[in-house]
T-cell receptor, first 108, second 114 residues
């Protein structure tokens, strides 16, 4: 079975940094994805990690440690529009298994 | 630039009714999948397909059927709707030639079963 854990909620101030952790125990591993989902909308792709280390994409970075079954998504210079749910997903073969998502609220 | 198109966007059914949720993609993706999303539970895989004529069960397949007669279309059928199937349903597709290809999601179908 697949077990993917992430915090339910986080709150941060505009301009700050927030780190969303994701731990996983899965049978097989072909990479880890992060998606962003605004309320009432579809998930959209943010990042992909398959090797250990940090991937940076503008204000967003994602880190992976395969030996620890651990990833984090780092959101820098938070903006109000970053208020959304962030979904961690592990790929096994072609399939994705998702965590329950972390709702991030950005306050002015 | 359609991507993944789901219809309908909203639907209300009575218990015991059947219906088909439509999903079409124009990106020539081999992989297509259906998820349901419920509060506090994340996205759960219902059924998936790696190509025309090939389908398989995901995590929560009971009460749902799928078929894949073309690359573009992947309909999801509710055989006899139950209140427990009230949810938001997402269809997604991706290429399978490289592992880093993300899944692209449709806008979802919000389904209520009374």
């Amino acid at each position: 079975g697949q077990n993917i854990d992430q915090p339910t909620e986080m709150t941060a101030t505009e301009g700050a940094i927030v780190q969303i952790n994701c731990t996983y125990q899965t049978s097989g591993f072909n990479g880890l994805f992060w998606y962003q989902q605004h309320a009432g909308e579809a998930p959209t792709f943010l990042s992909y990690n398959v090797l250990d280390g940090l991937e940076e994409k503008g204000r967003f970075s994602s880190f992976l440690s395969r030996s620890k079954g651990y990833s984090y998504l780092l959101l820098k210079e938070l903006q109000m529009k970053d208020s959304a749910s962030y979904l961690c997903a592990v790929r096994t073969d072609y399939k994705l298994s998702f965590g329950a998502g972390t709702t991030v609220t950005v306050r002015a | 630039n359609a991507g993944v198109t789901q219809t309908p966007k909203f639907q209300v059914l009575k218990t015991g009714q059947s219906m088909t949720l439509q999903c079409a993609q124009d990106m020539n993706h081999e992989y297509m999948s259906w998820y349901r999303q419920d509060p506090g539970m994340g996205l759960r895989l219902i059924h998936y397909s790696v190509g025309a004529g090939i389908t398989d069960q995901g995590e929560v397949p009971n009460g749902y059927n799928v078929s894949r007669s073309t690359t573009e279309d992947f309909p999801l059928r509710l055989l006899s709707a139950a209140p427990s199937q009230t949810s938001v349903y997402f269809c997604a597709s991706s290429s399978i030639d490289r592992l880093n290809q993300p899944q692209h999601f449709g806008d979802g179908t919000r389904l209520s079963i009374l």
